[in-house]
């Protein structure tokens, strides 16, 4: 079945655009912005057209950038696209950033990524934007992540793009929450791209409910082609989900994030470990991020469980939030815990261990760290990563299966 879709979507991609190298296979629709969407009503044309490019990049400003952090090939580019006349101005915009709360690290990127803010009058153009955002409760790290956002207009874009997004999402806080989420977003017409995105996924079936939990999830599906937004609804009925299904808005999410040939490819990739179709729908269904991770990290995460910790690919495939969790910042530790307790004689081998890897950092931590923290004081140091896990050697879990385990909860 995830092939057949894979093969429809390939289908249905128009003739004239696989010609001309394009279409929806050849990027990421939730990461592509229309180059429409940057360039529209902000102060980021108005500024570059005033400025007139120069064939050759004017070696002062290049070395103002290079003393902003930018690389000597990232300043030279930039340098053709306008001049630093006046330094004064392109100190100020740096004090500026750093009077409302900038670390210099945040400074560095912002300027790297959008070096065109040196030339806009701090006070006129900047600072109001700067109140806005910061009376919605914005921090730097929005601008530091997506600096493309000081440099639109702020009566023509800003505005009517946060006072849509309120009326969609419903307070100041979810707003806020969203946008920090995927902070390009906002780069996003609230007309041309936000408003008929929404319509879409009315059109589809979502309630308003959903639709503010789908934009709270990701934000960037506003900027998915309304043709893939359908696609991906049609992708979903044939995989059996349902809009009122619980995991529908996640696996939404990530059909859309997908380009065909990586779903394909990801789908092969489980598949080679013994997995049938129906076992990564299945998985799929339950946790859609499976299909997120990069092959190299899905790789990685199954080698981990089968090779290291001696599970089957059944019990792994039972448990697929376990394939969705960092190795490192996650499985490893709460490994390193177990193992300490295990060899102190404080827990059983009679124990369902990847449900208990898969539960959140609070509850396993109430279980296993706190638990014991001043009986064993390693099992602190364990889960700081202090302690690294070497496997369980012989002292192997006997472990439950998921079925069995739910049989013993009735």
Aim: glycine share 6%; hydrophobic share 45%; charged share 25%.
């Amino acid at each position: 079945m995830l092939a057949s879709i894979c093969r429809r979507r390939r289908l249905a991609t128009p003739l004239r655009q696989i010609l001309a190298g394009g279409g929806a296979a050849a990027t990421n629709p939730v990461r592509s912005i229309p180059e429409s969407v940057l360039l529209s009503h902000g102060d980021y044309s108005t500024a570059v057209a005033a400025a007139s490019a120069d064939p050759e990049p004017c070696p002062a400003t290049v070395s103002y950038l290079l003393s902003c952090g930018l690389s000597a090939a990232a300043a030279a580019v930039a340098a053709r696209n306008f001049r630093i006349r006046d330094t004064d101005r392109a100190n100020a915009v740096q004090a500026l950033l750093r009077e409302y709360g900038f670390s210099e690290a945040e400074v560095a990127r912002t300027l790297r990524h959008e070096s065109v803010l040196l030339i806009l009058d701090p006070d006129r153009i900047i600072r109001p934007k700067l109140d806005f955002f910061f009376s919605l409760g914005f921090e730097p790290r929005l601008f530091a992540a997506e600096p493309h956002i000081l440099s639109r207009s702020l009566d023509n874009h800003i505005v009517p793009c946060i006072e849509y997004l309120r009326g969609i999402l419903g307070s100041d806080d979810n707003v806020r929450t969203a946008a920090c989420r995927v902070p390009r977003a906002l780069l996003a017409d609230p007309d041309k791209v936000m408003r008929p995105a929404v319509e879409a996924f009315r059109r589809n079936g979502l309630s308003k409910e959903s639709i503010t939990k789908l934009l709270l999830i990701h934000l960037g599906l506003l900027m998915v082609p309304l043709d893939r937004i359908d696609e991906a609804f049609d992708d979903m009925k044939e995989l059996g989900l349902r809009v009122t299904d619980t995991g529908f808005l996640y696996g939404f999410r990530v059909i859309c994030g997908l380009k065909r040939e990586t779903w394909r490819r990801k789908v092969a990739l489980y598949q080679s470990f013994g997995v049938c179709e129906g076992d990564v729908l299945r998985a799929f269904k339950t946790q859609p991020t499976i299909l997120l991770a990069s092959d190299e990290t899905i790789n990685k995460r199954i080698r981990f469980y089968l090779d290291v910790l001696k599970l089957e690919m059944g019990h792994v495939m039972a448990h697929p939030m376990s394939l969705s969790l960092s190795l490192e910042k996650n499985i490893k530790p709460k490994c390193a815990v177990l193992s300490v307790l295990m060899r102190e004689g404080k827990i059983e081998k009679k124990l369902n261990l990847l449900a208990s890897l898969q539960c959140n950092s609070k509850v396993f931590t109430e279980r296993f760290v706190q638990r014991y923290a001043k009986d064993v004081p390693d099992v602190v140091k364990a889960f700081e990563g202090q302690i690294k896990f070497q496997g369980f050697g012989d002292r192997e879990f006997e472990l439950l299966s998921h079925r069995m385990t739910e049989a013993k909860k009735l």
